[in-house]
């Protein structure tokens, strides 16, 4: 492992004030989570633009810093493909699975499986769900560990434990509020 | 290097394939009447969509000549784009009475 970049105490002030002040927030907020309609949909009380701003953020994640410019380092301008194809699912998007989404107001996409087919449909798409989001996570708390490890001078499952710890915590008490 | 391999040849690419999967999905919407043409939001929408493809290649476009060095045809895009989205919010801005 290398050793720990040097880095100023204002720094370390902007990363700390920064965790505090997501913490703070997400824990302020927890007070309004009674229900599960409210852990996952804020009680569905959010204006359009604070809604879309949330999934935005949820698709940037440290893997989005890290990946793409690695990306970028190493096959130049056509690295850029990996978020210039969004639009081609716009249409389909739009008018095609939004309008189900907004109108049957289903929950999760198993619960819309299980509404079209089955139950045992349910459970077979939480299954692929599951698999991905793993996957998906992981190289989330991978990509976290690698830009902290020169930072911190921790082990790699150090960083990625306490990152995971504190991650479960927030989510579990804030919920999509938060 | 920015040769073919690392610079038109994805674009092809990405708005060849890409291209031909919206038009799939406009099909599709049309086919159906997801996308009802009369009505004047979906006219909206029908509209931004059609943009932001044009806008996506575009800029993309825009950047690839202005890294192979060719600041003249970068311009030219950078300027169509500004007409165009100027263009669009305007008539996204007039909207006729009684819209739906």
């Known amino acids: ?178 | 290097m920015l040769d073919f391999s690392r610079t038109w040849l994805p674009y092809l690419y990405l708005y060849g394939v890409g291209g031909g999967i919206f038009l799939i999905g406009m099909f599709i919407i049309l086919r159906s009447r997801s996308l009802k043409l009369e009505r004047i939001r979906h006219r909206e929408w029908y509209h931004i969509l059609i943009f932001g493809l044009v806008y996506y290649m575009g800029i993309h476009g825009l950047f690839t000549f202005a890294a192979l060095g060719k600041s003249l045809f970068a311009g030219v895009i950078g300027l169509v784009i500004v007409a165009l989205s100027v263009h669009l919010i305007f008539t996204l801005i007039k909207k006729p009475k009684g819209s739906v």
């Open chain 1, 1 to 178: 492992m290398d050793a720990a970049i040097q880095t100023s105490s204002s720094f370390w002030v902007i990363i700390f004030g920064y965790f505090a002040l997501v913490l703070g927030f997400g824990s302020f907020f927890a007070r309004y989570n009674k229900t599960t309609q409210d852990f996952f949909f804020s009680g569905r009380r959010f204006s359009w633009w604070l809604i879309t701003m949330s999934i935005v953020a949820t698709g940037v994640g440290s893997h989005s810093f890290l990946k793409y410019s690695s990306k970028a380092y190493e096959h130049g301008f056509s690295s850029t493909m990996t978020y210039m194809n969004d639009w081609f699912f716009m249409p389909m998007f739009l008018f095609g699975w939004l309008p189900i989404v907004y109108y049957t107001k289903i929950r999760s996409i198993p619960d819309y499986f299980q509404r079209r087919f089955n139950s045992g449909v349910r459970v077979l798409a939480t299954i692929a769900i599951l698999g991905y989001m793993i996957g998906y996570i992981a190289i989330g708390f991978l990509t976290m560990g690698k830009t902290l490890e020169p930072l911190l001078g921790l082990d790699l499952y150090t960083i990625i434990f306490i990152v995971a710890v504190i991650s479960g915590i927030y989510i579990t008490f804030g919920g999509q509020t938060a």
